[in-house]
């Protein structure tokens, strides 16, 4: 079989995998490569057809597709290659790929260096072990968005939705717009999953009730769903005895949370974080495997498509340096730790190097809401590096901290920082 040789190859072609590989070629790289396994380059944003995509890069607020042809565009002019209809099935630590299609068949490729960008899959149902009967109709909030929005198909007529994650959260409204009626969402967390600004703008705005501390506790039905029971639980998730209700429906949709897709990274033996079930990166978003750089979803779950690309255009630049062995091997390396309040921090590392002439933006999400002002800090041992006000911490919003160059005097010395967040 042929080998075909690349200096960067992109497994993916979402907003991670576009500016990864445009950020590639602008940093020097002279063969790019992504490589898709749709039909079409986009990922999940080709499906997003409602609004509120790139606020912040390009201070608009666009349709996904739309943001995502900005970035087709722009890999199309810098002469980027493209496999599409394509699957990578495997990756080795030494970056090679085999790919395989219809059309195609089996290939290899040869990588100087890989940007993982595969984004992430839904829970389903049997992840988050929903009892009853299994009528069709029971379905995830992203199947019924790409039924609707790009098949044409509508999957019921009567919904509840289980989880207020935004995808459900955005569908609760589409299926309001195209007739439907949407009884309910029910979230078992006391407290929102998903962005505020979705739960006003597509729930409160449609009326559609939100239920918290509420889970599904049986499925009815036997060809189709015709029903769900539902059930207020306790802080421990235990059902609380007598609250059941049932209410007809014919479709159920899920929104239950999103898993990094991480097959290949677990085949070419990157180190995951447990927390996030992404790859471990430093602040060139490169994984422990020298080469294998990793951007967007599949490293953890981003709230704005923005910060996708934003990191996109970091790993492919690292990417770049590295197929052009440019990249800089030493400095000092820095672990980053999530302390009190915070559930994780990605990157996991920094090299001092970063902070030469340059920001490292350190993205993290709150452990439960805290709905009163906070400070968010960082700390290297006792000495406090930086800290940033904010009204509120809330889990479904993605929080930003740059350590700036300046910063990087106060942390000559230190092994390790660790973020916090605390009442003002
Ligand atoms: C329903 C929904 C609504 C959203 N709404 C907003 C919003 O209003 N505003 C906002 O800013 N953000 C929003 N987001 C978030 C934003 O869309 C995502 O953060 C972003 O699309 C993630 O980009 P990505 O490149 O990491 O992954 P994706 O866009 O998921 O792209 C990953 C790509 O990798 C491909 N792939 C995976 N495995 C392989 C393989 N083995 N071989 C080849 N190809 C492979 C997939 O087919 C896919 O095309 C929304 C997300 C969803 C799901």
């Given at each position: 079989m042929k080998t075909d040789r690349f200096d960067v190859v992109v497994i993916g072609s979402g907003p991670g995998g576009l500016a990864s590989a445009i950020a590639a070629k602008k940093h020097?790289?002279?063969?790019?490569?992504?490589?898709?396994?749709?039909?079409?380059?986009?990922?999940?944003?080709?499906?997003?057809?409602?609004?509120?995509?790139?606020?912040?890069?390009f201070k608009e607020d666009?349709?996904?597709?739309?943001?995502?042809?900005?970035?087709?565009?722009?890999?199309?002019?810098?002469?980027?290659?493209?496999?599409?209809?394509m699957m990578v099935i495997n990756l080795s630590a030494s970056r090679r790929l085999t790919v395989t299609s219809k059309k195609h068949?089996?290939?290899?490729?040869?990588?100087?260096?890989?940007?993982?960008?595969?984004?992430?899959?839904?829970?389903?149902?049997?992840?988050?072990?929903?009892?009853?009967?299994?009528?069709?109709?029971?379905?995830?909030?992203?199947?019924?968005?790409?039924?609707?929005n790009v098949e044409g198909y509508m999957p019921g007529k009567h919904f509840v939705i289980?989880?207020?994650?935004?995808?459900?959260?955005?569908?609760?409204?589409?299926?309001?717009?195209?007739?439907?009626?949407?009884?309910?969402?029910?979230?078992?967390?006391?407290?929102?999953?998903?962005?505020?600004?979705?739960?006003?703008?597509?729930?409160?705005?449609?009326d559609i009730p939100l239920n918290l501390q509420h889970t599904v506790k049986n499925i009815i039905g036997i060809d189709r769903v015709e029903a769900v029971e539902t059930v207020a639980v306790d802080e421990n998730w235990k059902h609380i005895?007598?609250?059941?209700?049932?209410?007809?429906?014919?479709?159920?949709?899920?929104s239950v949370g999103l898993i990094p897709e991480n097959e290949l990274s677990r085949q070419a033996g990157v180190r995951l974080n447990p927390i996030t079930n992404g790859p471990i990166v430093d602040a060139n978003y490169h994984t422990h495997i020298p080469g294998i750089?990793?951007?967007?979803?599949?490293?953890?779950?981003?709230?704005?498509?923005?910060?996708?690309?934003?990191?996109?255009?970091?790993?492919?630049?690292?990417?770049?340096?590295?197929?052009?062995?440019?990249?800089?091997?030493?400095?000092?390396?820095?672990?980053?730790?999530?302390?009190?309040?915070?559930?994780?921090?990605?990157?996991?590392?920094?090299?001092?190097?970063?902070?030469?002439?340059?920001?490292?933006p350190l993205q993290m999400r709150t452990t439960h809401p805290i709905e009163k002002p906070v400070w968010v800090e960082a700390h290297a041992g006792s000495r406090r590096i930086t800290r940033r006000a904010l009204p509120y911490a809330r889990p479904g919003e993605m929080i930003t901290l740059n350590i700036k160059?300046?910063?990087?005097?106060?942390?000559?010395?230190?092994?390790?920082?660790?973020?916090?967040?605390?009442?003002?």
């Amino acid at each position: 079989m042929k080998t075909d040789r690349f200096d960067v190859v992109v497994i993916g072609s979402g907003p991670g995998g576009l500016a990864s590989a445009i950020a590639a070629k602008k940093h020097g790289a002279r063969s790019v490569l992504v490589i898709e396994r749709d039909v079409e380059l986009g990922g999940i944003l080709l499906q997003c057809i409602h609004n509120g995509f790139g606020v912040e890069i390009f201070k608009e607020d666009l349709p996904g597709p739309t943001y995502a042809q900005r970035f087709i565009n722009q890999a199309a002019d810098l002469g980027i290659e493209t496999m599409l209809d394509m699957m990578v099935i495997n990756l080795s630590a030494s970056r090679r790929l085999t790919v395989t299609s219809k059309k195609h068949g089996f290939r290899e490729i040869q990588a100087k260096a890989v940007v993982l960008a595969m984004g992430c899959r839904e829970r389903t149902r049997a992840q988050v072990r929903l009892p009853g009967t299994r009528p069709a109709g029971v379905y995830t909030a992203g199947t019924a968005q790409r039924w609707v929005n790009v098949e044409g198909y509508m999957p019921g007529k009567h919904f509840v939705i289980l989880g207020s994650g935004d995808i459900g959260m955005i569908m609760a409204r589409r299926l309001t717009f195209e007739g439907a009626k949407v009884e309910r969402v029910l979230e078992i967390m006391p407290y929102l999953s998903g962005l505020t600004r979705n739960y006003v703008q597509c729930l409160q705005d449609f009326d559609i009730p939100l239920n918290l501390q509420h889970t599904v506790k049986n499925i009815i039905g036997i060809d189709r769903v015709e029903a769900v029971e539902t059930v207020a639980v306790d802080e421990n998730w235990k059902h609380i005895p007598g609250s059941e209700e049932t209410i007809p429906c014919d479709t159920l949709l899920l929104s239950v949370g999103l898993i990094p897709e991480n097959e290949l990274s677990r085949q070419a033996g990157v180190r995951l974080n447990p927390i996030t079930n992404g790859p471990i990166v430093d602040a060139n978003y490169h994984t422990h495997i020298p080469g294998i750089f990793a951007a967007g979803n599949v490293v953890h779950v981003y709230d704005l498509v923005d910060w996708v690309t934003e990191a996109g255009f970091t790993a492919g630049r690292g990417a770049a340096l590295y197929a052009q062995d440019k990249l800089p091997k030493t400095g000092q390396v820095i672990q980053t730790g999530a302390g009190k309040n915070v559930r994780y921090v990605v990157p996991h590392q920094i090299n001092l190097a970063n902070l030469k002439d340059e920001k490292v933006p350190l993205q993290m999400r709150t452990t439960h809401p805290i709905e009163k002002p906070v400070w968010v800090e960082a700390h290297a041992g006792s000495r406090r590096i930086t800290r940033r006000a904010l009204p509120y911490a809330r889990p479904g919003e993605m929080i930003t901290l740059n350590i700036k160059p300046e910063h990087a005097d106060g942390l000559s010395q230190a092994e390790s920082i660790t973020i916090q967040i605390v009442e003002r």
